[in-house]
């Protein structure tokens, strides 16, 4: 079986990225600064010659609109392309919405560190029909909307998807590219590379870098790295 590999792009700069607000779930556009993110990831991979046959990204606009950047500038936009909310930003309950330094000073350093940062612990829930609430949202029409998700939670749905729809197209043969979050990302980073509970909640993933993992046989060889550094 040849070798292959996993790409793995998370969004360029979104406009609440640019602003310091929680974002999760909620749908925000890329700025300019983002557009040229993922633009760049694109050529990136043209120029390294690391073209993928398949890409999988969320339902949220950020990333869907990075990967076509990425796809466009790399002469890749024709590739199959699959959509999952499964795939989505870890849901922030709650905090969605609110500026990250106005919730710190109102809660404490400690106290949203614990939300943002812990493994297991989920920011305060949503309430339902409030302003940032997409339990209605025909993107998600038969879908049990979270309230609220920890880093456990995410990867609770994130990681059966991918080895039930991702992993087989890798066993295939096929170069593949994910355009998700930090924190979808986050939780195949943690699976691929064998990454403990405690030490995954530290690991930042830039936007708009190509992380690499490469696959032999149908299985990740245990490298990892960035396209830039290649």
Known sequence: MSATNLILVRHGQSQWNLENRFTGWWDVDLTE?????????????????????????????????????????????WIPETKDWRLNERHYGGLTGLDKQETRDKHGDDQVH???????????????????????????????????????????????????????VLASGKTVIVSAHGNSLRALVKHLSGISDDDI???????????????????????????SDA
């Open 33 to 77: 600064k983002g557009e040229a993110e993922a633009k760049a990831a694109g050529e990136l991979l043209a120029a390294k010659g690391m073209l993928p046959d398949v890409a999988f990204t969320s339902f949220q606009t950020r990333a869907i609109r990075t990967l076509h950047f990425a796809l466009h500038a790399a002469n890749r936009l």
């Open 114 to 168: 614990i939300w943002r940062r812990s493994f297991d612990t989920p920011p305060p829930a949503m309430e339902k029909g409030s302003t940032f609430d997409l339990s209605a949202d025909p993107r998600y029409a038969g879908i049990d909307v979270p309230m609220a998700e920890s880093l456990k939670d995410t990867i609770i749905r994130v990681l059966p998807y991918y080895e039930a729809e991702i992993e087989p």
């Open 201 to 227: 909640t530290g690991l930042e993933i830039p936007t708009g870098q190509p992380i690499v993992y490469p696959f032999e046989g149908g299985k990740p060889s245990g490298e990892r790295y960035y396209l």
